[in-house]
Nanobody, 119 residues
Framework: QVQLVESGGGLVQPGGSLTLSCVAS????????MGWYRQAPGKLRELVAS???????RYAASVRGRFTISKDSAKNTVYLRMNSLKLEDTAVYFC?????????????WGQGTQVTVSS
């Protein structure tokens, strides 16, 4: 059972930056996808960005060009650098790891970290 711990959330003004970190309790190897999701009050959880074991990345249209996902496999860590933050980026951000089994994918989630963009 992979455990994920996020950090780096907080309060920031519009236009500011934050970097989120997510550390996994064990080495993530083989085929996998690591991602960041967010959930704002009253809204569904949505994918923000993801990165695969071969460093293929994917971004939500709303954050493309402002957010950057990266990973450090030696540290079992995935990062989300968020620039030019907007009010609508306010949400709880969750780290996710997906690993395939023979028949499906297993999802692991962190507890979430709050990001609040406010003037």
């Amino acid at each position: 059972q992979v455990q994920l711990v996020e950090s780096g959330g907080g309060l920031v003004q519009p236009g500011g930056s934050l970097t989120l970190s997510c550390v996994a309790s064990e080495s993530i190897s083989g085929i996998y996808v690591m991602g960041w999701y967010r959930q704002a009050p009253g809204k569904l959880r949505e994918l923000v960005a993801s990165i695969t074991n071969i460093d293929s990345t994917r971004y939500a249209a709303s954050v493309r060009g402002r957010f950057t996902i990266s990973k450090d496999s030696a540290k079992n860590t995935v990062y989300l650098r968020m620039n030019s933050l907007k009010l609508e980026d306010t949400a709880v951000y969750f780290c996710n790891v997906r690993r395939p089994t023979s028949t499906t994918w297993n999802d692991y989630w962190g507890q979430g970290t709050q990001v609040t963009v406010s003037s």
